[in-house]
Nanobody
Framework: RVQLVESGGASVQPGGSLKLSCTST????????MGWFRQAPGKEREGVAM???????DVADSVKGRFTISRDNAQNSLYLNMPFLKPDDSATYYC???????????????????????WGQGTQVTVSS
C-alpha cells in the first residue's frame, strides 16, 4: 500500500513563498493522478491542484496564476510551488493519490465523490503578518 508523506509547511508573511513536497513510499508511476487538497479551520476540505502521470496539470481557480504543481516520478515525489501567499491560503495541505481524475475546484462533499486511494498526514501552512 502506498504511503504519502508531506513536508515543507511553515509560517510565512503575506507575499512569501513555500514549496511543499510529497514523497511516496511506492512508485508514483502507478498512481495515475496525484494532487493537493487543503483544509482551513472551520472549513471543509477543498481541492487545490491535480496532475497526471505525464504532467498534465490543473489548479483550482482560487490559486490559478500563483500555485503550480509538478511531479518527479523518478524521485516518487509531488510538489506544490506556492508564491505570493495570502492569509486565505492558510490551511493544512494534504497530498493525495487517486485512481481517477478529480476536480481541483472541488469542495467538501463533492471532493469525497472522487476515488482518493491514499492521503498524506498533512503539513501546516500559515500566512500571517
Amino acid at each position: 500500500r502506498v504511503q504519502l508523506v508531506e513536508s515543507g509547511g511553515a509560517s510565512v508573511q503575506p507575499g512569501g513563498s513555500l514549496k511543499l513536497s510529497c514523497t511516496s513510499t511506492g512508485t508514483t508511476k502507478s498512481l495515475p493522478y496525484m494532487g493537493w487538497f487543503r483544509q482551513a479551520p472551520g472549513k471543509e476540505r477543498e481541492g487545490v491542484a491535480m496532475i497526471d502521470t505525464i504532467g498534465g496539470a490543473d489548479v483550482a481557480d482560487s490559486v490559478k496564476g500563483r500555485f503550480t504543481i509538478s511531479r518527479d516520478n523518478a524521485q516518487n515525489s509531488l510538489y506544490l510551488n506556492m508564491p505570493f501567499l495570502k492569509p486565505d491560503d492558510s490551511a493544512t495541505y494534504y497530498c493525495a493519490a487517486a485512481e481517477e481524475k478529480f476536480d481541483p475546484n472541488c469542495y467538501g462533499g463533492y471532493c469525497q465523490t472522487f476515488k482518493i486511494t491514499a492521503w498524506g498526514q498533512g503539513t501546516q501552512v500559515t500566512v500571517s503578518s
